[in-house]
């Protein structure tokens, strides 16, 4: 099992930058493929971005596509997510996915989840 603590959600203006980070609990970070999804208010669950095992394949959903950058240091067990140019409608709670078996995406939900970390984005 891995446990998963994003942090570094807040308060940014629109045009502005932030960038969350996920660590990961237990020594086989790397087994895992990595991912961050988004619920707004009212809104089912999202997927925003997603990063194969060793890094070397990202996948993002096209409303962030040339604004977010996904990236892993499995060393430090850590999974960012840059976010720029951020929108009023990025405002979410963002949550870090972690499955052993599978590349999270829209149609592939992953095993594991933290427990999310609010970006509000004002216009």
């Known amino acids: 099992q891995v446990q998963l603590v994003e942090s570094g959600g807040g308060l940014a203006q629109a045009g502005g930058s932030l960038r969350l980070s996920c660590v990961a609990s237990?020594?086989?970070?790397?087994?895992?493929?990595m991912g961050w999804f988004r619920q707004a208010p009212g809104k089912e669950r999202e997927f925003v971005a997603a990063i194969a095992w060793s890094g070397a394949n990202t996948y993002y959903a096209d409303s962030v596509k040339g604004r977010f950058t996904i990236s892993r240091d499995n060393a430090k067990r850590v999974v960012y997510l840059q976010m720029n140019s951020l929108k009023p409608e990025d405002t979410a709670v963002y949550y870090c996915?972690?499955?052993?078996?599978?590349?999270?995406?829209?149609?592939?939900?992953?095993?594991?989840w933290g427990q999310g970390t609010q970006v509000t984005v004002s216009s």
């Open positions: 996915a972690a499955d052993r078996h599978q590349v999270p995406s829209a149609t592939r939900n992953p095993g594991y």
């Open positions: 237990g020594r086989t970070f790397s087994s895992y493929a």
